[in-house]
């Protein structure tokens, strides 16, 4: 079957824009996970959703970063007011639920870049 | 809290050689263990992961982790690289709790580079 769905595969954008990034799960998977891929680091967890619900905001490294889950599908990962330093690859990955044995899909990426 | 440290950033080898990938965990309680493979412009891909049981692992592409729980280690092995196991490898750790959300914890990664 599809696996995850993410896009737009790359961005570029201009500082103090807003950009809006978009995951689509696996369909039936009700966890719903962002993460942060920067140059030379490893996965920065970011934010989970269990069906709509977002119940930990606390990864999120500023308030200018929020993410939304509509019908327990699609999410979405807003930045507003971007900065240099928010440029990376973000990674959505679902999962059946949020049992920790449960493998994280993920999908391929947005590569976000701030000028 | 949960730590995993990857001490190799990068590890070059020759095609048709054995390689391993060293990985280190920190944590007061017990986890699951997981290896990811990501190669070039992609995401994520599960290669294993320990939950219980026998404490050696064979995944997919002919790599397989022991888990040690004295040395608090999961290093990652293969017999015989080829050319496109060049990618970048994460070593992952999640805690067992039952109560509450339990985040997946990566390393820093290691880049495996096979050349022939």
């Known amino acids: 079957g599809a696996g995850v769905s993410q896009s737009p595969s790359n961005k570029v954008t201009e500082k103090g824009k807003d950009v809006e990034l978009r995951c689509d799960p696996i369909?039936?998977?009700?966890?719903l996970y962002w993460y942060r891929q920067s140059l030379g680091q490893g996965l920065e967890f970011l934010i989970y959703?269990?069906?709509?619900?977002?119940?930990?905001k606390s990864g999120l490294p500023s308030d200018r970063f929020s993410a939304e889950r509509t019908g327990g599908s699609v999410s979405t990962l807003t930045i507003q007011r971007t900065q240099q330093e928010d440029s990376a690859v973000y990674l959505c990955?679902?999962?059946?639920?949020?049992?920790?044995?449960?493998?994280?899909?993920f999908g391929p990426g947005t590569r976000l870049t701030v000028l | 809290a949960q730590s995993v440290t990857q001490l190799d950033s990068q590890v070059p080898v020759f095609e048709e050689a054995p390689v391993e990938l060293r990985c280190n965990y920190s944590?007061?309680?017990?986890?699951?263990l997981f290896w990811y493979v990501q190669y070039p412009n992609q995401g994520l891909q599960l290669l294993l992961k320990?939950?219980?049981?026998?404490?050696l692992v064979k995944g997919i592409n002919g790599f397989e982790a022991e888990f040690n729980k004295s040395q608090t280690s999961f290093h990652l092995r293969k017999p015989s690289v080829h050319i496109s196991d060049t990618a970048e490898y994460f070593c992952?750790?999640?805690?067992?709790?039952?109560?509450?959300?339990?985040?997946?914890?990566f390393g820093t990664g290691t880049r495996l580079l096979v050349s022939p």
């Open positions: 992952a750790v999640r805690s067992r709790g039952n109560t509450g959300f339990q985040k997946l914890v």
């Open positions: 320990y939950l219980s049981g026998s404490t």
């Open positions: 959703f269990q069906g709509n619900s977002a119940p930990d």
């Open positions: 990955a679902s999962s059946l639920d949020l049992t920790s044995s449960d493998t994280q899909y």
């Open positions: 369909s039936g998977h009700t966890a």
């Open positions: 944590s007061s309680v017990s986890v699951y």
